[in-house]
C-alpha cells in the first residue's frame, strides 16, 4: 500500500539503497545455493527506523527501471516512506549486493554490483523539486559521496540547502574505502562534510582515520572546532562517548552499552545508534538519554540477520525503555 502524506517530510535521508541477497547458510558465498532477499543501504536503514518510530519522512535516491527498482520502491513505500524524491532511470540498473551468512557474530563478506548503478548517478538536479524550508532534519552519510562526482555535487547542495532552510544536519561518515580513489580524498571530503553537519557520529576507528587523532576528546574536538555542535563516537558493544555543546557549556561522557546475549549479524548497528540518537534529539530528549536510545536501537540491530529487521516501532521503544530503567 502507497502512503503519500500531503505535507512534505520532516526529516530527509538520500543514497543508495540495493536489493540484498543473503546466503541461507554459512560459508563462501560460492557455495551457497539459497539466498533470501532483502533490502540494504546504510541510508535506508536510518530513514526506515526513523519512520517505524512515527516521524514523517522522505527517501531521495534513483532506481533503475527494473524488478529490482520496484521491491525497493514497495518495500520502503510499506516502511511508510515518502518516496516522491525517488526517480526511476530507464538508463541504468539498481545496484545489488550478496552477504554471506557469518557465524558468531564475525562481520560478514559482502560482494556488491554497483557501479555505474541508477542510484550512484544521483545529481544536484535530483534535489530541485525538494521543499527545505518544511525540513526538520537531513540526515547525510559518506556513501553518497563515495559513489561519482555528481552525487558527491548532489552530497554539498542538500547539506547546504538544508543549513539555509534551517534544519539540523546529521552527518554518519560510513567509510567504504574500496568506493573512493584514494584514502586522503575520502578522509579530505568526509572531513569537510561533516564540518557542515550538527551531529557528527563517526565509529571510534573510523574517527581516528578522518582526523588522525586517538582519544575520544581529541576526535570530537576535531569537527567541534570546524563547527560541529555534537560528536557522538561509537565504542562498539562498549557503548557511546558524547561531547558537545549543552545550553552554553561543553560536556562529556561515556554511556555503556547494552549487554547482547547473542550477536547475529553486526551489519546496521551504526544505523540503528543513528536511529535512536536522531530520534531522541529530534524528540526533545537530553543527550544521555538520546546517547542511551543509540546504545539500545544498536543493540538490537546486531541480534538480526537483515540490515534493519530489527529497528523497532515507537511502542516496543517504550516498552523496552521501560524495561531497562525498571528497578
Known amino acids: 500500500m502507497s502512503h503519500h502524506p500531503i505535507h512534505s517530510p520532516e526529516i530527509l535521508c538520500f543514497g543508495e539503497a540495493m536489493t540484498m541477497f543473503v546466503a541461507e547458510t554459512p560459508g563462501e558465498l560460492a557455495a551457497v545455493e539459497w539466498f533470501q532477499r532483502r533490502i540494504a543501504g546504510a541510508d535506508t536503514n536510518v530513514a526506515i527506523g526513523l519512520a517505524r518510530l512515527d516521524f514523517r519522512v522522505g527517501w531521495l535516491s534513483r532506481v533503475g527501471d527494473d524488478s529490482f527498482g520496484t521491491f525497493i520502491r514497495r518495500t520502503l513505500e510499506a516502511e511508510g516512506l515518502d518516496c516522491r524524491h525517488l526517480q526511476t532511470d530507464p ?3 539498481t545496484g545489488l549486493v550478496f552477504k554471506e551468512r557469518a557465524m558468531g557474530g564475525i562481520d560478514p563478506n559482502v560482494t556488491y554490483y554497483r557501479q ?4 550512484s548517478c544521483l545529481a544536484p538536479s535530483d534535489a530541485d523539486s525538494v521543499d527545505f524550508s518544511g525540513l526538520r532534519h537531513l540526515h547525510a552519510t559518506g556513501i553518497p559521496p563515495a559513489l561519482s ?3 558527491r555535487e548532489l552530497s554539498w547542495q542538500m547539506m547546504e540547502k538544508a543549513r539555509i532552510g534551517g534544519a539540523t544536519i546529521s552527518f554518519d561518515p560510513n567509510l567504504r574505502p574500496g568506493l573512493w580513489p584514494s584514502e586522503a580524498e575520502m578522509r579530505d571530503t568526509l572531513n569537510e562534510l561533516a564540518a557542515k553537519a550538527d551531529w557528527v557520529l563517526p565509529g571510534l576507528a573510523e574517527g581516528r582515520l578522518l582526523t588522525g587523532q586517538h582519544s575520544h576528546e581529541a576526535i570530537a574536538d576535531f569537527y567541534l572546532e570546524r563547527g560541529s555542535t555534537t560528536v557522538m563516537i561509537k565504542l562498539g558493544p562498549e557503548g557511546s562517548y558524547f561531547r558537545g555543546r549543552v545550553g552554553g557549556n561543553l560536556e562529556s561522557f561515556t554511556a555503556p552499552g547494552i549487554p547482547v ?10 544505523d540503528g545508534y543513528a536511529v535512536g540518537v536522531i530520534s531522541a534529539l529530534l524528540d526533545g530528549c537530553s543527550p544521555r538519554e538520546a546517547v542511551h536510545r543509540g546504545n539500545l536501537i544498536g543493540s538490537l540491530a546486531v541480534q538480526v540477520v537483515g540490515d534493519m529487521e530489527g ?3 515507537r511502542e516496543r521503544l517504550a516498552a523496552l525503555e521501560a524495561e531497562l530503567l525498571a528497578p
Open 261 to 270: 546475549a547473542e550477536v547475529v549479524d553486526t551489519v546496521g548497528a551504526g
Open 116 to 119: 555505474g548503478s541508477a542510484a
Open 311 to 313: 529497528l523497532p516501532t
Open 149 to 151: 562526482p555528481s552525487a
Open 91 to 93: 538508463e541504468r540498473p
